[in-house]
């Protein structure tokens, strides 16, 4: 069993950056895509990046791209979200999510193990 620990949020102004940290533990994750979502009251949980297993592959949401920027390392077992220009709108609960597979999908349904998240407060 892996336990997933977020990290890294806060409260920010408008432009600012954030670099949220997923930090596994119980397994390593090195064999695991690795998701990221974020949510707010009452919206559904929403995608925002994914990253393979080795790293070297990374997809993002639409609205997030070019501005988040997803990265592991491995031997540290922890995958970090570069958040850089961030906006009111990007307020949220983020979480990490793994999945038994090479990589995650958009969906959350396809994710096996997750963070209790952390918040991300972006003021205008």
């Not at 670099?19 to 119980?26: I, K, N, T, V």
């Not at 080795?54 to 993002?60: A, H, K, M, N, R």
């Amino acid at each position: 069993q892996v336990q997933l620990e977020e990290s890294g949020g806060g409260l920010v102004q408008a432009g600012d950056s954030l670099r949220l940290s997923c930090a596994a533990s119980g397994r390593t994750i090195s064999n695991d895509g690795v998701g990221w979502f974020r949510q707010t009251p009452g919206k559904e949980r929403e995608f925002v990046a994914s990253i393979n297993r080795s790293g070297d592959y990374t997809y993002y949401a639409d609205s997030v791209k070019g501005r988040f920027t997803s990265s592991r390392d491995n031997a540290k077992n922890t995958v970090y979200l570069q958040m850089n220009g961030l906006k009111p709108e990007d307020t949220a609960v983020y979480s990490c999510a793994a999945v038994r597979a090479d990589m995650g999908g958009r969906s959350w349904y396809q994710y096996n193990y997750w963070g209790q998240g952390t918040q991300v407060t972006v003021s205008s």
